[in-house]
């Protein structure tokens, strides 16, 4: 898997199309100026759009690299032929001290999996002392967390991402890949 540093990616924002695959949400709260927001769940999709509307490479970017490198697992098939992902994601470009854009700010994904995760664990196990079988449910996050490790997935952030709290000012995908073209279209009639 290619990857870039986030310095690397700031000499390459003139060429480079930048992929923000966190949710509309998360993407509100924070993003890399100049990048456009597709979420992972609806990437595959538009993959042979994005070929056509990037120009140079292609970076994936989401809060820590986790889901941007999931990304990029899941459009190896296409026929990005630059596609790299930014090495620690937005927390690391942020770490360097470069631009960011904030709006209303929110909880990042991994932060609502383990407030969530955590809730569920404490209730199963305050409520096992009155019912002895509600432990089950504590079990059942634990196992749920050890297989989210394992398989490098995550059911409890698709499922968060669904909530109304997630989905923000939402995302057209098919704007996002029109200001890709302009964007690109733009850079084109610039170099000639």
Known sequence: MAKVQPTELEALMETATVVDVRSPAEYEAAHIPGSFNLPLDRLPACAQDIESAADGPVVLVCRSGQRAEAAQRELQGADLCDLRVLQGGLGAWEA????VNRGRQRWSME???RGAAGALVLAGLLASLKFRPAALVSMAVGGGLLFSAVSDTCA?????GKLPYNQGA?????????EMSARRQTMTAAAD
């Open 96 to 99: 360097a001290g470069l631009p």
């Open 170 to 178: 939402g995302c057209d995908v098919d704007a996002v890949l029109r």
């Open 111 to 113: 932060r609502q999996v």
């Open 156 to 160: 409890m952030a698709k499922v968060l």
